[in-house]
């Protein structure tokens, strides 16, 4: 019994070391202050709330507290890293003006910014588990290779390559007007492919409107990356996708069989890849059981 004591005893100290060795952030009270201390160098997370609403308050308080979950901690490492935060109020006059500019209607907001204070992104609130930290980590991913794709539609406003990787940002990012109209540019410029992304630019759109529940949508853009893609991985991710779609639409279970069917098909398939197929396979079974036993109520 003082065995456990003492390890609970070590184990509640541990957690209280590493808590204290997380540096605070250092909230920065204007965009301005933001941009001078990103010094072109670090990107800038720009976090917008107000006075009247829990949210905000909820938020903020998890990301400055020393008690913060797993994911919190990795938020605020990435944060820290990366990142020069700005903490505006919605109601003041910057924070009136930002609102009118990206058109914030919900709170709290986030602005993922260059750090020339460029928009990658706007998210409204924090997401559950890792997703705000997943946020942080694709945008900073993300920055460099619309860096590299603008330049090159720059030099060359016709460039496959260009198109095909700034589509897939923009789905990324959740703009999906912008990512469909470089979409059918990339498309009409590479229809085969070459250039090696178009099937990428077309799962990323298909991830966005499957996320959304249109799920006609997105089992459309599945299908024209499963028909451009060059490798297994690609090809395997649009099937399983279509198959997903259809699973969780839950009224077409032989479609549900026949695309994770045609993924498990794949040669070279990864082991990851085999087992999203397989599961899929085994819970297409679950819907139909699901259906006749409601038909025969």
Known sequence: MRRICVLTMLSMLCCLLQAQLQPSIQWRHSLSEGLRDANGKRMILVFVGTTWEPWTASVKSRLDGDN??????????ELLSSYIPVKLDAGAAEGKRLCLQYKIKSFPMFLYMSARGKLIMKRAGYGERSEFADRLILVRQLLPLIAQSEQRLKTNPQDALGLEVLAMTYAKRWMPEPAKAMLARASQ??????????????????????????????????????????????KAYSLYSISSCYFTKGDEPDKVRKYAEAELALP?????????????????GNISAERSTAMGR
């Open 68 to 77: 913060s979950d797993q994911f919190t901690r990795a938020a605020r490492r």
């Open 268 to 284: 070279n398939l990864s082991p990851g890849d085999r087992a999203i197929g397989e599961g899929l396979l085994g819970r297409s």
């Open 189 to 234: 410029r590479d229809p085969h492919n070459r250039a090696g992304e178009l099937a990428v630019a077309y799962n990323s759109l298909g991830d966005y409107y499957q996320m959304r529940y249109q799920f006609q949508t997105a089992i459309a853009l599945f299908q024209k990356g499963a028909a451009v893609a060059k490798n297994t991985a690609e």
